[in-house]
């Protein structure tokens, strides 16, 4: 039974076992349903309470003869319940417990999911609330642009977890359908009350217009929800990566006591948690493309779906619930180092500012394209030196500080005016 994995919570929801539990809660809750209208006996129900289980090794055992899963599923259970069995199944197809036993999967990794979204929530609000001042470079083109603040990174990193987060509250909403519609869908031989109460039952609500299956457009979203919140996560990882680099070392992963970094070189600590995130979203993004082949399915049905379900729906659930845990253990362990952060906002001089000291020049009556011109002029010689001061060569251009004053320019290579604006955002984010 059950008890005896030892599997985190998410790993036990897709173990065959809890496969079958899903199933004959399905099972039970639709004999409950036909008796609450009458369609069989209370005592039969009561029986089927009472003696209702499985043995999965029993059903792989029939199910090699008969080469049918639910079958040899009913055929089990059948075996101990006994003469009330004949109430079991009445008037569904395969796919009515495969299809509903399957979203109660689902909806139980989105509450698990779910869970785990919420720490790495706190977490990096926690972090963004910590360096909400602590300057650091921004980059486009992975170049120097103009100051940010740690926490402003962090922000917007938060703000993507939100929605994640939402994505995932209307992903279980969606994927917690059932369906009671008998072969086709049509309802011939079963009542479409038996599906609301067994629906009901369940904690789901009846498809809409189902075939013989429940459509494959709510597992693609399934899959593509969790694919790009897989995006997400890698996008932190890849800019934690970036910013441990030996020439930036802005940030760094935690560093165990006994870790080692490389079989050769004692030095060596590497962003090896972030790495794997980034890994594993490419194996989350790989399975997209067969969700979505999954949705046109021949006329009412076929089983071209059912093989690759079996590895993809596990597999996404169970590698994005440890991406998860993995992203919220970096970013608690996550060491900033605002002082290197300083002397990479600093280098060559100021020349960072440039947009500052342009926009001056604009406002001293210079037109823009001369004053362009002339700041590029002074940004450049000291990019392209080892020991480049942009703020000496401009104090160094007569024709600029002619117009402008020391304490003009001081006010441009103030790096704090960049931070004053951040209460729009974390009011916004409520950090």
């Not at 929801?13 to 369609?39: D, Y």
């Not at 139980?108 to 706190?122: M, Q, Y």
């Not at 440039?354 to 037109?367: D, F, I």
Request: charged share 25%; hydrophobic share 40%; glycine share 6%.
């Amino acid at each position: 039974m059950i008890e005896r994995y030892t599997l985190p919570e998410m790993g036990r929801i897709w173990t065959e076992n809890a496969k079958f539990q899903s199933w004959l809660k399905v099972e039970i809750a639709a004999c409950e349903a036909n008796c609450s209208i009458g369609k069989m006996p209370e005592a039969a129900l009561k029986e089927i309470r009472l003696n209702a289980k499985f043995e999965e090794s029993r059903i792989k055992e029939i199910e090699k003869e008969v080469k049918h899963d639910v079958i040899a599923f009913l055929t089990n259970i059948n075996e101990y319940v006994g003469d009330s069995g004949r109430y079991i199944h009445v008037g569904m197809t395969s796919s009515d417990v495969l299809d509903t036993g399957l979203s109660l999967q689902l909806k139980d990794s989105c509450e698990l999911l779910l869970e785990e979204i919420e720490k790495l929530e706190n977490k990096v609000r926690s972090l963004a609330r910590q360096h909400k001042n602590t300057l650091m470079i921004g980059r486009s083109h992975a170049i120097h642009g103009e100051p940010i603040s740690f926490g402003f990174k962090l922000a917007g990193w938060l703000a993507e977890i939100l929605r994640d987060k939402k994505r995932l509250l209307i992903l279980k909403e969606s994927i917690s359908i059932g369906q009671i519609s008998g072969a086709m869908g049509t309802y011939a031989n079963t009542n479409p009350e038996i599906e609301k109460i067994t629906c009901e039952l369940l904690g789901l609500k009846p498809d809409t217009a189902s075939t013989q299956v429940i459509s494959r457009d709510r597992h693609a979203e399934y899959v593509q929800t969790i694919a790009l919140i897989g995006a997400s996560l890698d996008r932190f990882a890849t800019e934690i990566r970036n910013l441990q680099r030996t020439d930036v070392l802005e940030v760094e992963e935690g560093f165990s006591k006994g870790q080692k970094g490389s079989s050769a070189m004692p030095h060596k600590r590497n962003p090896i948690r972030s790495e794997r995130v980034s890994g594993l979203s490419r194996i989350l993004r790989s399975y997209v493309v067969t969700a979505l082949e999954n949705v046109p399915l021949w006329h009412e049905r076929d089983i071209s779906h059912s093989s690759n379900e079996r590895i993809m729906l596990p597999d996404v659930s169970i590698c994005l619930h440890f991406m998860l845990r993995e992203m919220t253990e970096i970013i608690n362990n996550l060491k900033v180092y605002p002082d290197n952060m300083l002397k990479n906002l600093n280098i060559y001089g100021g020349v960072i500012f440039s947009q500052k000291v342009l926009l001056l020049l604009v406002e001293k009556g210079m037109s823009r394209e001369k004053a362009y011109s002339l700041v590029q002029k002074s940004a450049h010689q000291a990019w392209n030196k080892e020991n480049g001061n942009f703020k000496e060569n401009i104090e160094g251009d007569q024709e600029i500080m002619t117009l402008v004053s020391e304490k003009d320019l001081k006010v441009c290579f103030d790096p704090s005016i960049h931070l004053n604006n951040l209460n729009v955002i974390w009011d916004k984010l409520s950090i």
